[in-house]
């Protein structure tokens, strides 16, 4: 998907939008302290303040109904962000099984997220980790196959610096790339040392940039306009 989304907007200009919006997750990121450690004061009863929380310590007394607005549009996001994993995910395993429906792609991959969250608090660990290995595992293959694909004819775009007309399909997918929100707050409650989440959340986001960035440039230096394929 992201090499598809260098495609569609140019090598520079997609560069550029992972870079900015990886900066405004995190900026908003840097928020977190501040709102998460007022609804802590104002909740000492909780032991992992969450948006749900945040949202019923700003929303007290008579706009209890604004409230409940809020954390059903939460909750909607969630359901709807993971609707979207399972179809991303769906169409991952489709390059690997290309014979297999969709549907039974996106079944398969619903009962792999259910089993993970049968994982164990003390495993979470190891789980992210092997997450990890596999970002790793993907860039190292898609590097190897791509340098492999000049007998296939794959060329690229004459316009492969900047294509703005491209921007609204980029920037969705760049954006759900980058976004992590959600585990926002209970992570940062978890923290023994709060003072470092400035730098650990600005180390993530980094992180994550030079990943997307060489995921979309190799995968489209290397398919060019069959990236899509």
């Known amino acids: 998907q ?11 200009y997609g560069t550029v939008l992972v870079v900015l919006l990886s900066g405004l ?20 009863e909780e032991e992992c303040i969450d948006w749900l929380v945040v949202v019923r310590v700003a929303c007290p007394g008579r706009m209890a109904p604004l409230a409940a607005f809020f954390s059903a549009l939460f909750v909607l996001e969630l359901v709807l962000v993971g609707i979207a994993f399972q179809v991303v995910c769906a169409s991952c395993m489709g390059v690997v099984f290309p014979s297999a429906s969709d549907g039974l792609l996106i ?8 089993v993970l ?56 997918v760049m ?7 959600a585990e926002a707050g209970c992570l940062y409650t978890q923290m023994s040392d709060k003072s470092k989440w400035h ?10 940039a030079v990943v997307y960035i060489a995921v979309g440039l190799v995968g489209f230096l290397s398919y060019g306009s069959g990236v899509q394929e």
Do not use: K, N
Not at 2 to 12: K, S
Not at 27 to 39: D, E, H, S
Not at 107 to 114: L, P, Y
């Open 199 to 208: 730098a650990v959340t600005a180390l993530v986001f980094g992180f994550a």
């Open 2 to 12: 992201m090499g598809l989304a260098y495609d569609t907007v140019g090598l520079g």
């Open 25 to 44: 997750c995190w900026w908003t990121m840097t928020l977190i302290p501040r709102l998460f450690g007022q609804a802590a004061v104002l909740a000492p």
């Open 175 to 181: 954006g759900f790339s980058v976004v992590a929100h």
């Open 117 to 172: 969250f049968l994982v164990p608090e003390r495993w979470l660990g190891a789980t992210s980790f092997l997450g990890i290995a596999a970002v790793a595992v993907f860039v190292l293959s898609l590097s190897v196959v791509g340098a492999s694909l000049d007998e296939l004819g794959f060329e690229a775009s004459e316009e492969i610096f900047v294509r703005p007309g491209g921007s609204p399909h980029a920037i969705g």
């Open 107 to 114: 079944r398969v991959s619903t009962c792999i997220t259910i």
